[in-house]
């Protein structure tokens, strides 16, 4: 780990160098490029500084406790020192695993109503408010690309996308099967019904990661709709793009003009094609190692929502929420730091095997 570390302490003075170089500089490109590749490994050179320097300050208590005036004091020092040094080792061994190129991405999430029919779209409306409200809270920008609203406020589908810094490595963890356990204001027998809604998030690509011919795309256009397909729109701007090699369909009709809704519609065309490619890519590597908190594969259970005792479980760490309201308002930071305690514990065991 020691010769990793001191590899990367070493490749960061070289890339401190170099974009300070008025040469590099000139090159817009090539300087944001070693940028973000000096900014993504400084956590970890910072972190393995601070250990060499309390490993000097340990070695130096260790000295002093051979003088007999000075024993007592430095014997704190270097307990002290010993203790910090194996906790700063187990945080490096987290910064040393391989992070996901996504994480600071935007993304784009999906929530579609499943089985339980109305029920499960009123839930779909309840995972966006959730979600919306967990954005305003990281101060993350939302904008709706698509919705198919019914008649009584929930969504059969609705698509957004979440532009801030780190997005991704939050929101990743929610893709999946939610499910629902309550009686529904139609129920007039006080019955549970259970139904559920499927979450995907797909990281927003840049066009340099995804490559689509043009000749590929089949373009549609038609005229927005409300719930219950009454026209909110005369003139024909929503888009449709499909992607006739895969038969992939992305839809955005909630801006203004048809540019507009054809630039978005194809951001999320170009994140369903990467996604495809990813957890191609994802399923190999994984295929000896599966994760602890699950594959992220849409049609997995991932956690339930019950109403009646107040209780919201994730089923790939077993873990119970019962902060039930400020769950659904957006409070959602416990559950997902723990599924990235869980992610980092099976990775590193993964590392060491």
Same mark, same amino acid.
């Given at each position: 780990?020691?010769?990793?570390?001191?590899?990367?302490?070493?490749?960061?003075?070289?890339?401190? &160098?170099?974009?300070?170089?008025?040469?590099?500089?000139?090159?817009?490109?090539?300087?944001?490029?070693?940028?973000?590749?000096?900014?993504?490994?400084?956590?970890?050179?910072?972190?393995?500084?601070?250990?060499?320097? &309390?490993?000097?300050?340990?070695?130096?208590?260790?000295?002093?406790?051979?003088?007999?005036?000075?024993?007592?004091?430095?014997?704190?020092?270097?307990?002290?020192?010993?203790?910090?040094?194996?906790?700063?080792?187990?945080?490096?061994?987290?910064?040393?695993?391989?992070?996901?190129?996504?994480?600071?991405?935007?993304?784009?999430?999906?929530?579609?109503?499943?089985?339980?029919?109305?029920?499960?779209?009123?839930?779909?409306?309840?995972?966006?408010?959730?979600?919306?409200?967990?954005?305003?809270?990281?101060?993350?920008?939302?904008?709706?690309? !698509?919705?198919?609203? &019914?008649?009584?406020?929930?969504?059969?589908?609705?698509?957004?996308?979440? %532009?801030?810094?780190?997005?991704?490595?939050?929101?990743?963890?929610?893709?999946?099967?939610?499910?629902?356990?309550?009686?529904?204001? &139609?129920?007039?027998?006080?019955?549970?019904? %259970?139904?559920?809604? %499927?979450?995907?998030?797909?990281?927003?690509?840049?066009?340099?990661?995804?490559?689509?011919?043009?000749?590929?795309?089949?373009?549609?256009?038609?005229?927005?709709?409300?719930?219950?397909? $009454?026209?909110? !729109?005369?003139?024909?701007?929503?888009?449709?793009?499909?992607?006739?090699? %895969?038969?992939?369909?992305?839809?955005?009709?909630?801006?203004?003009?048809?540019?507009? !809704?054809?630039?978005?519609?194809?951001?999320?065309?170009?994140?369903?094609?990467?996604?495809?490619?990813?957890?191609?890519?994802?399923?190999?590597?994984?295929?000896?190692?599966?994760?602890?908190?699950?594959?992220?594969?849409?049609?997995?259970?991932?956690?339930?929502?019950?109403?009646? $005792?107040?209780?919201?479980?994730?089923?790939?760490?077993?873990? !119970?929420?019962?902060?039930?309201?400020?769950?659904?308002?957006?409070?959602?930071?416990?559950?997902?730091?723990?599924?990235?305690?869980?992610?980092?514990?099976?990775?590193?065991?993964?590392?060491?095997?």
């Amino acid at each position: 780990m020691f010769e990793k570390l001191e590899s990367v302490e070493k490749h960061y003075e070289e890339l401190t &160098t170099k974009i300070s170089d008025p040469a590099v500089i000139a090159n817009n490109n090539e300087w944001r490029k070693l940028v973000k590749e000096h900014s993504s490994i400084e956590d970890v050179v910072m972190k393995y500084r601070e250990y060499k320097q &309390t490993k000097k300050d340990m070695q130096e208590a260790e000295e002093m406790m051979q003088d007999k005036e000075m024993k007592e004091l430095a014997e704190e020092e270097y307990y002290s020192s010993k203790e910090k040094l194996a906790k700063i080792e187990e945080e490096l061994k987290i910064l040393l695993i391989p992070k996901d190129p996504n994480d600071d991405k935007s993304v784009i999430c999906e929530i579609r109503g499943g089985a339980g029919g109305e029920e499960a779209a009123l839930f779909a409306g309840t995972l966006f408010r959730m979600y919306g409200m967990y954005a305003e809270r990281k101060h993350w920008k939302i904008e709706i690309l !698509n919705e198919n609203e &019914t008649e009584l406020g929930g969504y059969k589908e609705i698509s957004f996308m979440v %532009t801030g810094k780190g997005a991704y490595s939050r929101l990743k963890f929610e893709s999946g099967v939610h499910r629902v356990q309550r009686v529904p204001d &139609t129920e007039s027998s006080g019955r549970i019904h %259970t139904s559920a809604a %499927t979450v995907a998030v797909l990281p927003v690509v840049e066009d340099v990661e995804i490559d689509i011919n043009p000749a590929d795309i089949k373009m549609e256009v038609f005229r927005a709709s409300g719930a219950g397909g $009454q026209h909110i !729109n005369k003139t024909s701007s929503a888009v449709r793009l499909i992607h006739i090699p %895969t038969g992939i369909v992305a839809e955005c009709q909630t801006q203004r003009s048809q540019v507009q !809704n054809r630039e978005y519609a194809m951001n999320l065309l170009k994140s369903r094609l990467y996604e495809i490619e990813k957890n191609k890519q994802d399923s190999e590597i994984a295929n000896a190692r599966k994760s602890q908190v699950g594959s992220g594969d849409r049609s997995e259970k991932i956690r339930t929502y019950n109403y009646p $005792q107040g209780r919201i479980t994730d089923h790939r760490i077993g873990m !119970n929420v019962y902060q039930f309201e400020n769950f659904l308002n957006g409070d959602l930071d416990e559950m997902i730091d723990n599924l990235i305690a869980a992610d980092n514990a099976e990775k590193l065991k993964g590392e060491e095997e």
